[in-house]
């Protein structure tokens, strides 16, 4: 799977981005999707989940309620972060990622993904 990212950039605090993930190469429905991110000198950081069908989302308690999961099987092979109320401590590197249908107790573990996009910036200024 080639995951391709986008939708990074510099926002102020409170503001909102919408990251997406086009996927290529295999069945996009055959692949559990999950966002991470990075900052440097730390280790990634699992943020949110989608299972295959769509039909369940997993997110970490710190962008619960503010970021939200989505994904287009039926025509754009893509999956979304929408990220509300930023703030600064969101800034990072964000990697989509792509998992072949793992258990669910496996979705939050950045080793159950078996392909990573190229990462995608966000800034969030205070």
């Known amino acids: 799977v080639q995951l391709q990212a986008s939708g990074g950039g510099l926002v102020q605090a409170g503001g909102s981005l919408r990251l997406s993930c086009a996927a290529s190469?295999?069945?996009?429905?055959?692949?559990?999707m999950g966002w991470f991110r990075q900052i440097p000198g730390k280790e990634r950081e699992f943020i949110a989940c989608?299972?295959?069908?769509?039909?369940?989302?997993?997110y970490a308690d710190s962008v619960k309620g503010r970021f939200t999961i989505s994904r287009d099987n039926a025509n754009k092979n893509t999956v979304y972060l929408q990220m509300n109320d930023l703030r600064p401590d969101d800034t990072a590197v964000y990697y989509c990622?792509?998992?072949?249908?793992?258990?669910?107790?496996?979705?939050?573990?950045?080793?159950?993904?078996?392909?990573w996009g190229q990462g995608t910036q966000v800034t969030v200024s205070s």
């Open positions: 990622a792509a998992a072949p249908r793992v258990a669910y107790s496996a979705l939050a573990l950045s080793s159950s993904y078996d392909y």
């Open positions: 989608i299972r295959w069908s769509g039909g369940t989302t997993i």
């Open positions: 190469g295999r069945t996009f429905r055959d692949w559990d």
